[in-house]
């Protein structure tokens, strides 16, 4: 049989650490020095300077996500509005009806039966189809 100091069975009952007698009781005089203290400095602030200040955070964050939004969203626009043709444009543009009609024709025409039926039972259930 193995025996170790830290085995759990020789621990027993007694707790293995141990605290200051006046912990709690000092930890509750702390926290509620130290809550007093900030509401005494909230108290030392006029209520205009805080509403000042939530203001100027409002607008700051507003300028901040539309300034995120630009970053995201503008690049795109200002190359199609720049009237040159982005690569993925001339894709999209390139195509006509005659030649969609035809891709869409061979992809069905090479369709098992089964997906053909699988097709037909999704657009029917689809809500914006029907």
Request: glycine share 4%; net charge negative; charged share 20%.
């Amino acid at each position: 049989m193995r025996t170790d100091n830290n085995s759990f069975e020789n621990i027993g009952k007694k707790m293995p650490y141990t605290i200051p007698e006046d912990f709690f009781c000092d930890m509750q005089k702390k926290l509620l020095a130290e809550a007093e203290a900030q509401q005494a400095s909230a108290a030392s602030q006029p209520a205009a300077t805080r509403k000042a200040r939530h203001i100027w955070l409002g607008v700051a964050g507003t300028l901040a996500a539309a300034m995120l939004a630009g970053v995201i969203f503008l690049p795109r626009y200002m190359s199609v509005s720049s009237g040159e043709e982005t690569p993925f444009m001339a894709e999209t543009t390139s195509i006509t009806d005659q030649e969609y009609v035809e891709t869409t024709e061979l992809y069905y025409s090479t369709m098992s039966d089964e997906e053909l039926a699988q097709a037909v039972a999704f657009c029917d259930n689809d809500i914006f189809v029907n």
